[in-house]
């Protein structure tokens, strides 16, 4: 699994596999590209499960709350080491309003 979108009472749930590199971002794209055609605004990004997170991984993840400015995105990682280590490196802070990207 590289991404699964799911469906919730109001919001959607894109959670991403164990790897999110330059192998797997383009797998990831192409099914990130469904989300313009869903309806629902509250989309969180989960993630928790990512071991292997590359600079690839942070472009799509900038790509995807770039892109569908109309969804109100919620980032969690639930205190991923990879994830944390990778957004500290490049100063990217996704607390609060600073995921409002």
Aim: proline share 2%; hydrophobic share 45%; glycine share 2%.
């Amino acid at each position: 699994m590289s991404v699964q979108i799911t469906p919730k009472a109001d919001f959607l749930v894109v959670e991403f596999g164990h790897d999110l590199t330059i192998f797997t971002v383009r797998d990831c794209y192409e099914a990130l590209k469904k989300l313009a055609s869903m309806t629902m605004e509250k989309v969180i990004l989960d993630l928790s499960a990512v071991n292997d997170f590359d600079s690839s991984g942070v472009q799509l993840v900038l790509w995807v709350m770039q892109h569908h400015k109309d969804k109100n995105f919620t980032l969690t990682h639930s205190e991923n080491p990879a994830v944390s280590r990778v957004f500290q490196l490049y100063s990217l802070d996704f607390t609060s309003d600073a995921a409002a990207i």
